[in-house]
Structure formats: C-alpha cells, structure tokens
Antibody
Framework: EVQLVESGGNLIQPGGSLRLSCAASGFTVSTEYMTWVRQAPGKGLEWVSILYTGGLTFYTDSVRGRFTISRDDSKNLLYLQMDTLRAEDTAVYFC?????????????WGLGTVVTVSS | DIQLTQSPSSVSASVGDTVTITCRAT??????LHWYKQKPGKAPELLIYAASTLQSGVPSRFSGSGSGTDFTLTITSLQPEDFASYYC?????????FGQGTKLEI
C-alpha cells in the first residue's frame, strides 16, 4: 500500500528556515515524480515544486531561490528545504506522488504538515 | 503562467442531483488537466486524470471531458460523500497551477 507521511512543520519566525520531510512506503521515490503542494488557511491548493526521477526540478515563482526540493534514495525520503520564510508561506504542506500511470497526476497524497511563519 | 478559472466557485445541490463544474485555462493545456476532490481537513484525492480518465477506485458517476482550454467535471446522482471542494490542475507547462476550487454544498 502506498503511503506518504509528512513531518517537520513548525512555528517559525519570518526569515527563518525549515526542512520538511516526506516518508514514502509502498513505492520508491526515485522511480516516480514527487511534488509538494501547499494550502494556506482557508484557501485553495497551490503547487510548490516537483522533482523528477532524473533529478530535474521545477518551482513556482514565489518560492524559486528560497525552497529546494530533494530526496534521499537510501531512506526513501523526499525533502523540502525552505529558507528565508515569509508570512505568506504559512500553509499546510502536502507531499504527493505523480505516477507515470496517471500521466503525472498526483495519485497519492500525505496528510500534510503545518508550517506557520509568524513573529 | 497558465491561470485556471473554475465556475461556479460554489454550488448547492441535493442528493441525487447532477452537477457540472467547468475549468477554463488562459492557454491551451492539451489534455493535461486533472481533477481532485478535497474534504475539509483532509488530503486531496485524484478523481480524473488527462481530462477524462477515471482514476482507479473512483465511482463511475464522476466523469470528465474537454481539451485545450475548456474542461468539465460532471457528477451524476450526487451522494452524501460527494459534498466537498473540487479543484482542477494543469500539468501542461510549468509552473503547474490549480483552479481556485469549487465548493459543492448540500
């Protein structure tokens, strides 16, 4: 069974850094597209970043240069390193799998981890 | 960036009704348009991928259509568990984007 579990969310001051982790089971992160999606309180979904199997990465404009997506194949973990955090980064952060079977649509999601950026 | 506009933003319906949600893109996305359902406090779930393909395990009362810039999600014979928010998402070009969501209420 595919499962994704995020961790690392916390209350952090503006300008601070945080690293989110996403533990995968039931599949290998290195063989699928992995993505982060966030949802600000009371708002809709916002795509954040994607990591392809070959290592290619893409980011939404508002986080490019501040966030870094990566993975640890030996631990089957996905990460999101978030630097220079802003109040507008406050959100629930979901990791999700983009499967080639579903033409890259995100077919499995974690429950999310909460990031609050506030002084 | 490709913007996705869903309509309506909210809709009220009853069990047994049929509801149609539309998603319009500012530029063509071919068929790379996916639909998700989300209940409050829960993770999104994939319903439809590539505009019209039903994800495994999703009831057949859900269907999707469209290509290019205009897409629809139709839910027939609404069930109590269908009352949720629905989002479209384009995967044609970066940055990927989601529609603003449609809240389906009883």
């Amino acid at each position: 069974e595919v499962q994704l579990v995020e961790s690392g969310g916390n209350l952090i001051q503006p300008g601070g850094s945080l690293r989110l982790s996403c533990a995968a089971s039931g599949f290998t992160v290195s063989t699928e597209y992995m993505t982060w999606v966030r949802q600000a309180p009371g708002k809709g979904l916002e795509w954040v970043s994607i990591l392809y199997t070959g290592g290619l990465t893409f980011y939404t404009d508002s986080v490019r240069g501040r966030f870094t997506i990566s993975r640890d194949d030996s631990k089957n973990l996905l990460y999101l390193q978030m630097d220079t955090l802003r109040a507008e980064d406050t959100a629930v952060y979901f990791c999700a799998r983009g499967s080639s079977v579903t033409t890259g649509a995100f077919d499995s999601w974690g429950l999310g981890t909460v990031v609050t950026v506030s002084s | 960036d490709i913007q996705l506009t869903q309509s309506p933003s909210s809709v009220s319906a009853s069990v047994g009704d049929t509801v149609t949600i539309t998603c319009r893109a500012t530029r063509g996305v071919n068929k790379w348009l996916h639909w998700y359902k989300q209940k409050p406090g829960k993770a999104p779930e994939l319903l439809i991928y590539a505009a019209s393909t039903l994800q495994s395990g999703v009831p057949s009362r859900f269907s999707g259509s469209g290509s290019g810039t205009d897409f629809t999600l139709t839910i027939t014979s609404l069930q109590p568990e269908d009352f949720a928010s629905y989002y479209c998402q384009q995967a044609n070009s970066f940055p990927y984007t989601f529609g603003q969501g449609t809240k389906l209420e009883i």
